[in-house]
């Protein structure tokens, strides 16, 4: 039952959302298995348990926006979306809250299946960071030996250009006059 979702399904549906990484609820529903205004229904029930560090509300503009992001092989949910009135986007927190709210075994998997997809997203991020850290490292080593291999090229480049063709005769000029 660990394959229920692939983990690739769910890292292409989280967004960053006001700094944030997010799911939305339409994303959401269809990974549940429920229709959208049925998670929101639970969520609208349960309100005391996401505040808005857990939930919140898209603005058109932002509804607009992701509505382009979403690729051509998804666009019966980018249609959905651009002409919704309300779409919800749910933090980490929240997505952790949603498995106290939905009870199906279906959802208890899911959950199991996105708190995954976000320690994968945190942990290539942080080997993105460790990654960018050694290069810089090596820039700051290796910057005084380009100078110096600039300058042996320069040099190597000068011993391989053809000799000038004015050479000095050597001996004296005899003017016949």
Do not use: C, W
């Not at 049925?38 to 509804?63: G, Y």
């Not at 009870?103 to 997809?117: D, E, K, L, W």
């Not at 910057?143 to 005769?169: A, C, N, W, Y």
């Amino acid at each position: 039952m660990y394959e229920l979702i692939p983990i690739e399904r769910v890292e292409r549906k989280i967004y960053l959302i006001r700094g944030q990484k997010v799911m939305l609820d339409r994303d959401l529903a269809e990974i549940y298995g429920v229709k959208t205004f049925v998670l929101n229904q639970a969520v609208k029930r349960n309100r005391e348990r996401f505040p808005a560090d857990f939930m919140f509300s898209l603005t058109r503009q932002e509804i607009l926006n992701i509505s382009q992001i979403v690729i051509s092989s998804e666009m019966e949910s980018s249609e959905n979306i651009k002409y919704a009135k309300n779409v919800n986007a749910f933090t980490e927190q929240g997505l952790a809250m949603l498995s106290g709210v939905l009870h199906s075994p279906r959802a208890v998997q899911v959950n199991i299946a996105i708190m995954r997809a976000f320690v994968r997203l945190r942990q290539l991020l942080s080997d993105h960071k460790e990654l960018a850290r050694k290069i810089e490292e090596l820039e700051k080593k290796y910057s005084k030996h380009e100078i110096e291999i600039t300058v042996v090229f320069k040099l190597l480049k000068r011993l391989m250009e053809p000799p000038d063709k004015q050479t000095k005769r050597i001996g004296f000029v005899v003017d016949n006059k």
